[in-house]
């Protein structure tokens, strides 16, 4: 084996599973269920064998027919009446405020992982849930009980109206130009609301973050921490005050 192969194998082995991974999905490698795991695991020694045996061939081959074998598995998922035949179904740990101690005999974690997982919820008291489950992909979901969980705006008879989600227009001192034609904004724009808010149009790169805001303006936060010295609300953990 010349030097090359020691380059051109992993290199190779890399890209491919790169790839096989693309064809199965974001699903396999978000949050994982049995056969999801199953896949990545077996997966990851299929495509690790050639660094051994140098059979780069047959390695991706097996890789391709088990990511095919795993995306059938994935569209049987997709009917119901077969789905809870593949992946398993939610565990109750907790219903009305009262444990269910089977659950956490099949779910196999004890009383106290439950308190700490509560805990991690922000829920004090076993009896301020109204049910928590172990779901299929091993995470525990909370419903707590009415008088427990968080204000609703409902509940105080506000409307308010829908959520804006702030679009970056500058980041890192870089105008983001797909932003700006979404917008319909020009570099004009922009250089009214930099002076607006005394900042130069040639001083982008001290700008971190430029966003348009629900009222058509820009939130800006830059790198100059200038004028936060001695200001409380600025206080940094440590030494470098």
């Not at 077996?42 to 059979?55: A, F, N, R």
């Not at 982008?204 to 629900?214: E, F, G, Q």
């Amino acid at each position: 084996m010349n030097i090359w192969e020691y380059i051109y194998s992993p290199i190779i082995i890399f890209i491919a599973s790169y790839i096989l991974l693309r064809f199965a999905g974001k699903k396999a490698v978000s949050e994982m269920n049995s056969f999801d795991l199953l896949f990545i695991v077996v997966l990851g020694t299929i495509v690790s064998e050639p660094l051994v045996d140098k059979g780069i061939p047959s390695a991706l081959s097996y890789g391709l027919v088990f990511t095919l074998v795993y995306i059938l598995f994935s569209i049987l998922t997709l009917n119901n009446k077969l789905r809870w035949l593949l992946i398993t179904t939610p565990t109750v740990l907790v219903r009305n405020g009262d444990i269910d101690e089977k659950g956490l005999r099949k779910a196999r974690i004890t009383t106290d992982e439950l308190l700490g997982t509560l805990r991690e919820k922000g829920y004090a008291t076993v009896k301020d849930i109204e049910m928590a489950t172990m779901e299929n992909m091993g995470k525990v979901s909370v419903i707590p009980k009415s008088y427990a969980r968080p204000v609703q705006p409902s509940d105080l008879n506000l409307f308010p109206g829908a959520a804006f989600i702030p679009i970056p227009l500058v980041m890192n001192g870089q105008i983001l130009m797909h932003n700006m034609k979404y917008l319909k904004l020009d570099e004009e724009w922009l250089k009214r609301e930099l002076t607006r808010q005394n900042i130069a149009f040639d001083k982008l790169d001290d700008i971190t973050l430029a966003s348009y805001n629900a009222k058509g303006q820009l939130d800006i936060d830059t790198d100059n921490d200038e004028g936060h010295n001695h200001n409380p609300y600025m206080y940094k953990p440590g030494n470098t005050n």
